[in-house]
C-alpha cells in the first residue's frame, strides 16, 4: 500500500487556501451550503482541467471509481452531475475569477527576473485571441456566422514568464483591437 501524498494533492498544497477562503467569503460562496463547499468545486474541476475531463459526467465518473482516495485529494463532498452542474450554475464566478488574479500575482512575482532575451527596461505583453467554435443549436446567443457560433477569448500575455494578466470571453465577432479599450492599465507603468 502507497503511503504518500497523491500526486493530485502534492500540486494543491501550493496553493495558498487562506486567500482562497477570503474570494469565498467576500462573495457568500459557502452560504446555505452544507456538504459541496467551493473547496470542493474548485478542486473537482482543478482534477477535470489537469486529467483532460470532457463533461460532467465524465468528472464524475472518474472520480467516483477512485472514492476511497477523495478525501486524500482534498475533496469533503460526495461527487454528482447534479451537484457539479448546481454549484457550476449557481456559484458567484468572481470567487474563482478572484482567486486566479491572485495566483497570477504570485506566479509575477517568482518570474520578474527572469532573462527575456532583450534588454526592456518595462514589462512586455502579447495580446492574441483564438476563436472558440460552438454549436448554433446548442448555444443560440453566441451567433458567429450563420451556420455556426463561437465565442473569442483574448489573452494579454506577460511575455516574461509566459503568464496571463488579462482574460475576455466576447461573441466571435471582436476584433482584437477593440479589446484593447478594455485593458487597465497597470499601476506604476508607463503607458
Not at 477569448?153 to 482574460?167: A, E, K, Q, Y
Request: proline share 4%; aromatic share 10%.
Amino acid at each position: 500500500m502507497h503511503a504518500g501524498k497523491l500526486v493530485f494533492a502534492q500540486l494543491m498544497d501550493h496553493l495558498p487556501p487562506m486567500m482562497f477562503e477570503r474570494c469565498v467569503a467576500r462573495y457568500g460562496g459557502n452560504h446555505k451550503v452544507k456538504s459541496f463547499t467551493c473547496m470542493d468545486q474548485y478542486l473537482c474541476m482543478a482534477f477535470a482541467q489537469l486529467t483532460f475531463r470532457e463533461s460532467l459526467r465524465d468528472i464524475e465518473a472518474c472520480l467516483r471509481s477512485q472514492a476511497e482516495r477523495l478525501y486524500h485529494m482534498g475533496i469533503r463532498g460526495r461527487i454528482s452531475r447534479n451537484t457539479l452542474a448546481n454549484a457550476n450554475a449557481t456559484r458567484n464566478w468572481r470567487i474563482f475569477a478572484d482567486f486566479a488574479q491572485r495566483l497570477i500575482g504570485i506566479a509575477r512575482k517568482l518570474y520578474a527576473e527572469e532573462p527575456f532575451g532583450v534588454d526592456l527596461a518595462n514589462t512586455a505583453y502579447a495580446l492574441d485571441s483564438t476563436t472558440i467554435d460552438l454549436s448554433l443549436s446548442l448555444f443560440p446567443w453566441a451567433p458567429f456566422r450563420s451556420t455556426k457560433a463561437a465565442v473569442k477569448m483574448h489573452t494579454l500575455l506577460d511575455l516574461r514568464g509566459n503568464i496571463p494578466s488579462f482574460i475576455h470571453i466576447s461573441d466571435g465577432k471582436l476584433h482584437d483591437v477593440n479589446i484593447l479599450d478594455q485593458l487597465i492599465p497597470e499601476a506604476g507603468r508607463s503607458t
